[in-house]
């Protein structure tokens, strides 16, 4: 299972895909109606956000364990790399709905997930 590098970055990015439910990626006042209001946004701070991010968390898990067939990890890491562009773009479609604000430092954790992808599917690739 952790015999191999591709399942540590896969490791990787299920960790920082579960980490980005605990901690903000932008914090700051949206406007909402006429009023503004501080909001956080995170991955279950949108549904969308919270339904790619569950995926994320299961395809780097169930795709740890698929070591013996590299075809299908190598496919499903491919998958997870293109999961983690769509969370990105969807993460900054709703800073943009922000007034004023901040990007957290555990924004990283997001970029995180889309390295562990490419890594281990650079790692798969290689051998």
Known sequence: MIQ????????????ASIFTFQFPFYTGNRIEGTMSTYSVVDAG??????????????????????????????????????LAVILLVIYFTQVSKFEKGNFALTAVLTFAILAGYIMAARGIWKR
């Open 45 to 82: 701070s949108h549904f969308l956000l919270l339904i790619l991010t569950g995926i994320s968390v299961l395809l780097s898990g169930i795709t740890i364990f698929l070591f013996k067939d590299r075809k299908a990890q190598f496919k499903l890491t491919l998958g997870g790399v293109g």
């Open 4 to 15: 191999r590098q591709q399942s540590l970055w896969l490791l990787l990015a299920c960790v």
